[in-house]
C-alpha cells in the first residue's frame, strides 16, 4: 500500500486534538484491508482500549464492539475512536448516533466498500425497505450516493482508497490557532448560588442555567431546546442542586433514569462542593441539609406525585408522550428540556403538539436554546458533514418565501427522488417539513424517502418552494399466499392497512385492492387553514385516479392496478379527524391502545377510488359501526369523546345497522327521555341510538357539544354518572341524568317507531 494510512490518522489525531475537533477517516476497499489498516491504526495512536469502540457485525479487535442495531447504548457517551463497519450493511440512524459520541480530538473512522460501489452494495438496512409486493432488487442506493458525494465534498474528511492504495482527501483542514477562551462568567445578578454558574462549561450553559431562576417565581415553565450534547441535561441538574439547597424539594423525570444521569452527577458535584458532609447522594435520589432533595421518578409515577414537589424538571422532554407532558403541566413550576435535530428521531411531539399546549398553559413561559457544544469545538467539521449527510437539521423555507401561498399560487409536484438528490434545496425543504410535522422523523426516513420503492413523495410549491408535503405508501395488491399468511398471524412489511385489516380485524381480501396510505401530510405552519393540505389530497387523488402514473406493479404476475384506494392512519385528534372527513376519507378503525410517542389512539381512514375499494370501505365502515359500542365500554372507554364524535361522524351514512329496536326498547327509551323511565335499568337499548347518531349527524337534529359527549361518556363508555357530571361540568348527577333524558327526546322524535311517538305522546306536557 503506498499510503501511510497510519501516519495519517496520526496527522488526524494530532490536528483534531489541536482544534478540539473532530476528524473523520474513511478506509474504502476490501474489507480485510480495511481491517488490517485498522488494526495498524489503533495500535499506534494513543488511545486508551476503554476509549474506542467497534460498531460493526464482528467482535474482531480488542475494544468494546456493538452491532450497528445497538449504536443507541453510545448516545450520551463519548468516545475517542469510534470505527464503524459498513461493509454489510449501513443504518442511517446508526450513523448519527456515532458520530455524536466521538469526543473533540477524537476520530471517526468508516470502514467501507469502495466508493464507487458503495451506492450499489445491499445490506439488511435496504431489505427492510423491500416491502412486499417490491424485492430487494427495487430498492435503490441514493441514500449512499448522497453520502459519498457529501463525504467527498465535506473539511476534515480523510478518504483512503486502500484497493489502489491512492489517498483521495487527506482531511487536514489546518486549523487556526485557538485563542483560550476565557472562563464564561456567572450573570451579575443571580440568586442561585456563583457555584453553579463557575460550574457551567459554556456561556450559553450559563444562560440556561440562569433561565431556571425564573421557577423561583409561581406559574411559571422553562423550556430548554438544544442539539446534541450542548449541555443541556448538566444545566438543568446545576438549576436542580441550587434549588435542593434552597431547600425545596425537585422532582426529575425523562424517558428512562439513565438519560438523567449527567443532571444527577452535575446536581450532586454542586451540592457536595457547597455543603459537603451534609448532603446524602444517591443516583436517583439527593438530599441536602437545607432540606430540600432531588428525586427521581418514571413519568408515570411523576405525573401521579406533583403535589410533593415544589420543581419539576423533564429531561429529553421530546421523546415523552404529549398526554405526558400535559400532565405534567399541571406542575405549578416546571422545566422542560429537550433535543431538537436527534439523531433518533428525538420527537418533534413536543413542538408540533405540546407547544400549543403549553402556550394555552397559565404558565408565563422562559425559552431557552443552547448552541455552544461542549464536547466539540463550536462549527466542528464533522458536525456540520453529519447534520448535512442525515439532513439533522432540514427546515421548511423560512416564512416570507411562502406567506403568500394560496392554493391558486401553488403548483403541484411529483418530488422524484432524483430530483431530490440533485437538488438539495428542494430535499432540505420537502424533508424539513416532514421533520418538524412530525413527531419522530429520524435518518433512516432519509433513506426511505430517496431509496424504499414502495414510497412517493408529492408537494405543492410556490415560487419553488415546497409549502405542503405529502409522503405516500404504496400498499395492497398482495398475493393469496401473503395474504393468507397474514391471516393467519404472521407479520408483512408495510403495507399498513392491509395488514390492521387483514390480521386484526379478520378480512383476507383486504390486501388485495391497491391502495395508496397517506403516510404523512404537512403544511408549512405559516400557511395553514387556507385550504393548501385539501388541495394536495385532491391532486393526489386526481393525479392516482387517472390509472396512467397511478398505476401500481403486483405480486400477481405482471399486471398493473389502478389505485382502488386511499387511506390514512395517524394518531386521532379531533380536528385531524375533521380534516380528512372533508376531504372524503371515513373511519374504519380506532386503535386499540394509544400509540406509544403521541399518546394517541390512531385512526385509520379510508376513501374509495373504484368499486373494489367502495367494497373494501364499506364492509369496514359497517363493521366499525358495528363493533363501536362495545369497544366504548372496553378498550376504548378512556378514548376523548371530541375523538370518538369525530370518528363516527366521518363515517359513511349508509354504514352499520339499521337501527332495529324493538317496541318495548323504545318505550324504554322514550320513557327516560319524556316520563319517569329510567336509562340505568337497560343501558344497552340506548346505545345503538347514540351511535346511529352520531354517524348520521342528521341535519334537522341539533345536540349540543356538550349532550353529544354525553352520549359517548354516559351511553357508550358506560362512566358513571359522577364521573361524567364532573367531566361535563353539570351541577349535580340528578341534573346530568335529567341533560341526559332530554339529550334522547330529539332523538326519538327524529328515529322514533310508533311504540316510541305513542309514550312521547302520553307524556308530552300539554
Ligand atoms: C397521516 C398524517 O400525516 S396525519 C398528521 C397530519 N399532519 C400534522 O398534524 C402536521 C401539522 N399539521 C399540518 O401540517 C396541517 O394542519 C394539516 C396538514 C393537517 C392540514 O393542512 P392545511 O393546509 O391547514 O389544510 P386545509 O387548510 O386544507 O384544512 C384545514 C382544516 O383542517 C382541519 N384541521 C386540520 N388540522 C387541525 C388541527 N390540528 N386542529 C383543528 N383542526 C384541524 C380544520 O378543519 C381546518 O380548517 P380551519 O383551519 O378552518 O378550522
Ligand atoms: N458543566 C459541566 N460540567 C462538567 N461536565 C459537563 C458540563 N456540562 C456538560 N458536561 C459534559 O458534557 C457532555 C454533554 O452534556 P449533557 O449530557 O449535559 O448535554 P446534553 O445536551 O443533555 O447532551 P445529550 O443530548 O447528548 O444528552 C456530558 O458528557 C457531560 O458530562
Known sequence: MDVDAVGLAESLREEAKRANERRLLVLAGDRERGYDALESILDSLSVPITATTLVGPEDRLRCEQLPQVTASDLLGTTREVIAVDTHDELQPNALGKVTGAVDGGGLLILLAPPLEDWPDRRGEFDASLAIPPFELEDVTGRFRKRLVETLRAHRGIAIVDLDDGRLEADGLTDPAPRLPGGAPTPPPDHRFPTAAYEACLTSDQIEAVAAFESLCEDERAVVLEADRGRGKSSAAGLAAGAFALAGERVLVTAPAARNATELFDRAGELCECLEGDAVTVGSRTIETGAGGSIRFREPSDAVDHLESADVVIVDEAAALPVATLESLLAADRVAFATTIHGYEGAGRGFSVRFRDRLAESDHEVTDCT???????????????????????????????????????????????????????????????????????????????????????????????????????????????????????????????????????????????????????????????????????????????????????????????????????????????????????????????????????????MLAPMTDEGTALRDRHADWFVRRFAALSSDALDDLEPDVARAALRSVDADAGPPLALTDHEWRVVAGAAYGPGLFDVDPGAFRPLAVRYLVDDPATVDLTDREERLLVTRVLQGRDWDAVADRLAYHSTGQCKRALGDAFRPLVEYYGTDAALEVRDRFAEP
Request: charged share 25%; aromatic share 6%; proline share 5%.
Open 370 to 604: 443552547l448552541v455552544e457544544p461542549i464536547r466539540y469545538a463550536a462549527g466542528d467539521p464533522i458536525e456540520v458533514w453529519a447534520f448535512r449527510a442525515l439532513l439533522l437539521d432540514a427546515r421548511p423555507p423560512v416564512d416570507p418565501l411562502v406567506a403568500d401561498a394560496a392554493p391558486e399560487t401553488v403548483e403541484y409536484r411529483r418530488l422524484e427522488p432524483d430530483e431530490l438528490l440533485a437538488d438539495d434545496g428542494l430535499l432540505r425543504e420537502a424533508f424539513g417539513l416532514l421533520v418538524l410535522a412530525h413527531y419522530r422523523t429520524e435518518p433512516n426516513d432519509l433513506a426511505r424517502l430517496l431509496d424504499a420503492p414502495n414510497l412517493e413523495a408529492r408537494a405543492l410549491v410556490h415560487d419553488g418552494h415546497v409549502v405542503t408535503v405529502a409522503l405516500l405508501a404504496r400498499e395492497g395488491t398482495l398475493s393469496r399466499e401473503t395474504r393468507a399468511m397474514m391471516y393467519e398471524g404472521g407479520r408483512v412489511r408495510g403495507n399498513m392497512l392491509p395488514d390492521v385489516l387483514t390480521s386484526q380485524l379478520r378480512d383476507e381480501a383486504a390486501g388485495e385492492p391497491a391502495g395508496l396510505r397517506v403516510v404523512r401530510i404537512a403544511t408549512h405552519h405559516a400557511v395553514r387553514s387556507r385550504g393548501l393540505g385539501s388541495r394536495l389530497l385532491e391532486r393526489i387523488e386526481r393525479e392516482f385516479a387517472d390509472g396512467g402514473d397511478g398505476s401500481v406493479v403486483s405480486e400477481n404476475a405482471d399486471e398493473t392496478h389502478a389505485i382502488d384506494w386511499l387511506g390514512t392512519g395517524f394518531g386521532a385528534t379531533p380536528g385531524l379527524l375533521e380534516f380528512w372527513r372533508e376531504n372524503g376519507y371515513g373511519t374504519v378503525h380506532v386503535s386499540t391502545t394509544r400509540n406509544d410517542a403521541s399518546g394517541e389512539y390512531s385512526a385509520l
